[in-house]
């Protein structure tokens, strides 16, 4: 699916970098529910398309949210991520750890899907953000290598 979709792996990448990054930041009762969180988070908003890894994982709910708000629609939006934020605002630090491990997963699938040619509507179903990457392409590729490098420097760190 060439120029679709960005690929599993780059996103998983990228959440991976995030999650280096803000395991710092995060309390050890809240970290669990982070890492689950980002993890989620960041395969959640492909559940538009039957044929992603969570589209094929949950199959009767995708083919729903793909018949109803089409591919990159209301799922690649603020909205699903800020509400599950929200939502988790709680004094149980496994809650709130997920719900901020959820809303950083979402939001960096989000910012990588902004950089493809097909876009996303962060405010869905308004204005569209493009970028010039074709997923599975070189510069995709690269990206992934660029990630690479960069989860290894934050560990090392």
């Not at 988790?88 to 950089?115: E, I, K, M, Q, R």
Request: proline share 3%; aromatic share 12%; charged share 15%.
């Amino acid at each position: 699916m060439r120029g679709v979709r960005m690929r599993f792996s780059t996103h998983m990448l990228l959440s991976s970098l995030v999650a280096i990054l803000s395991l710092k930041a995060i309390s050890i009762e809240q970290s669990l529910g982070f890492i689950i969180g980002i993890f989620i988070g960041t395969i959640a908003p492909d559940i538009d398309l039957i044929t992603s890894k969570v589209g094929r994982l949950l199959q009767h709910p995708a083919r729903v949210f793909q018949t109803i708000f089409k591919h990159r629609g209301l799922t690649h939006s603020i909205y699903i991520p800020l509400a599950v934020f929200l939502a988790t605002l709680t004094n149980a630090p496994t809650w709130s750890g997920f719900g901020f491990g959820f809303f950083l997963g979402y939001l960096a699938h989000l910012f990588l899907d902004g950089f493809t040619k097909s876009g996303i509507r962060l405010l869905w179903p308004f204005v569209r953000i493009k970028g010039c990457i074709a997923t599975g392409s070189f510069e995709e590729r690269l990206l992934a290598i660029l990630l690479i490098i960069a989860c290894i420097a934050a560990l090392l760190a």
